[in-house]
């Protein structure tokens, strides 16, 4: 960055300002609530995450430095404030994908093409572009999801939101702009997929692994004490039957004398 661009140490100064008076604001916020999911709250919160993360910013313009905080990202929803009982619903879908095989992708649309009788000419699979075309008008998008490999695909992030509405929409009302009056705050619920949460995964599993390494040396300590007990148990259980067998052989002739 030039230093005709750099932010001047005033700026920075205002910026670690305006944290501070955000960070006020968020305490009373907080002391203020009037439940688990406090508008007021959330709003502060939001104007202090903004604040800090704007006072970072120019500090690492202006001195090379930053902040030992971590700004959270947006991995909640806000306090719902659609109706108590929606009489219409929307579901939004966003899945992302990568071109991972285009080769594949093109073989995959010329086999549409073949299937729906298209002659030689028809150039719409010789571009991904046309392929990706090809594909998405043959097949529902929850197939391609499914079988994503097959077409070359490559999965990322996807999300699903379940919206409330007062009511319908009118036919073609939202159709220019689907996704431009997608309110978090009506959100009935949401489901996320991301690799983000396999590595979470991940890390509690090796965490779990670990433990387990630590913990070898006991249980191979407890090995020749469980041993013992069996090799008591078993010579005792071997004694105590042979004796009853004995006492038993030995009682037999008398009895068979005594028939006789």
């Not at 202090?48 to 929803?77: K, Q, W």
């Not at 991904?128 to 090809?134: D, E, Q, R």
């Not at 997608?182 to 599993?205: G, K, M, Q």
Request: with cysteine; aromatic share 6%.
């Amino acid at each position: 960055m030039s230093d005709a661009a750099q932010p001047t140490a005033a700026e920075v100064r205002a910026a670690a300002e305006a944290v501070k008076t955000a960070l006020d604001r968020h305490l009373a916020a907080v002391e203020r609530r009037s439940g688990e999911e406090d508008p007021a709250v959330y709003d502060a919160f939001n104007e202090l995450a903004a604040a800090a993360e704007a006072y970072d910013e120019l500090l690492y313009d202006r001195y090379d430095e930053v902040t030992p905080f971590e700004i959270p990202g947006e991995d909640t929803l806000p306090p719902y404030t659609g109706p108590e009982e929606p009489s219409a619903l929307s579901v939004l879908i966003r899945r992302d994908y990568a071109v991972a095989e285009p080769q594949r992708l093109m073989a995959q649309a010329r086999r549409v093409e073949a299937a729906d009788g298209e002659g030689p000419g028809v150039e719409a699979s010789n571009t991904v572009h046309g392929a990706l075309g090809l594909l998405f008008g043959e097949f529902e998008p929850d197939e391609i999801a499914s079988r994503h490999k097959e077409f070359g695909l490559e999965e990322g992030d996807s999300t699903l939101w379940v919206t409330a509405a007062d009511e319908s929409a009118d036919p073609g009302e939202w159709l220019e702009a689907p996704f431009e009056e997608a309110d978090p705050e009506r959100v009935v619920c949401r489901f996320d997929v991301s690799a983000v949460f396999d590595e979470e995964l991940d890390d509690d599993i090796d965490d779990i692994d670990d433990a387990d390494d630590d913990g070898d040396e006991d249980d191979d300590g407890d090995l020749p004490e469980l041993d013992e007990d069996l090799d008591t148990n078993l010579d005792t259980d071997t004694d105590t039957d042979t004796d009853e067998d004995d006492e038993d052989s030995a009682g037999e002739p008398a009895r068979l004398e005594a028939d006789r």
